[in-house]
């Protein structure tokens, strides 16, 4: 079954420090997302991206934060300067189709973002 | 946000039994309902979804029921495993966006 693959799976970083997640999300799929969930809350939307654009970003998405699809198959978040409420387990995650449509959103396994 | 709302943090049931796991919106303009599980340290994993325009779908041991009207939605597992233990996420969608918004979960423990 296609899935939605992430790495790092868990990254330690000094804050300040910039860190890049990646993503590889299902290949015939065409809207990616990246959520997060800081720990014991819930999961929270970050940012929507389709055609090469950002197409919906939340109040948590500031400057601080962008994504790129470099190629064909890679999906990536940046930090430039991560702070310590960084720190949470990032969920990329991709669609065929816009959720309102009703078509369904698939998540990856996560990565853990600890910045100390 | 308090948009989507589960209020029980937990639920334990006996192996074999219903589990009935709720959520309540408070946007009507929400078209789209998706049940999520998780397992700690994992993403998000599908389970079932409903459209506003229908009631009710079901997919093996589980079912999704929508009541519009009381802005209210429910997930049936039966019957519950052990392995249904997790944490589960009702998650809506509107028109008007393409993100989804989470409850804040429901821990279902499943004895044997």
């Known amino acids: 079954e296609p899935e939605v693959t992430q790495t790092p799976s868990h990254q330690v970083t000094q804050m300040g420090q910039e860190v890049i997640l990646r993503c590889v999300p299902i290949s015939n799929h065409l809207y990616f997302y990246w959520y997060r969930q800081i720990l014991g809350q819930k999961v929270e939307f970050l940012v929507s991206f389709y055609n090469n654009e950002i197409s919906e970003k939340s109040e948590i998405f500031d400057d601080q934060f962008s994504v790129e699809r470099p190629d064909g198959s890679n999906f990536t978040l940046k930090i430039r300067s991560t702070k310590l409420e960084d720190s949470a387990m990032y969920f990329c995650?991709?669609?065929?189709?816009?959720?309102?449509?009703?078509?369904?959103?698939?998540f990856g396994e996560g990565s853990w973002l600890t910045v100390v | 946000d308090q948009q989507v709302k589960q209020n029980s943090p937990s639920l334990s049931v006996q192996e074999g039994r219903i589990s009935i796991l709720n959520c309540d919106y408070t946007n009507s303009m929400f078209d789209y309902f998706l049940w999520y599980k998780k397992y700690p340290a994992e993403g998000p994993t599908f389970l079932i979804s409903i459209s506003s325009i229908k009631d009710k779908n079901e997919d093996g041991r589980f079912t999704v029921f929508l009541n519009k009207s009381a802005k209210h939605l429910s997930l049936h597992i039966v019957p519950s495993q052990p392995g249904d233990s997790a944490v589960y996420f009702c998650?809506?969608?509107?028109?008007?966006?393409?993100?989804?918004?989470f409850g804040a979960g429901t821990i279902l423990r499943v004895k044997s």
């Open positions: 998650a809506a969608s509107a028109g008007y966006g393409n993100k989804l918004v």
């Open positions: 995650a991709s669609s065929e189709l816009k959720a309102y449509s009703g078509n369904t959103i698939y």
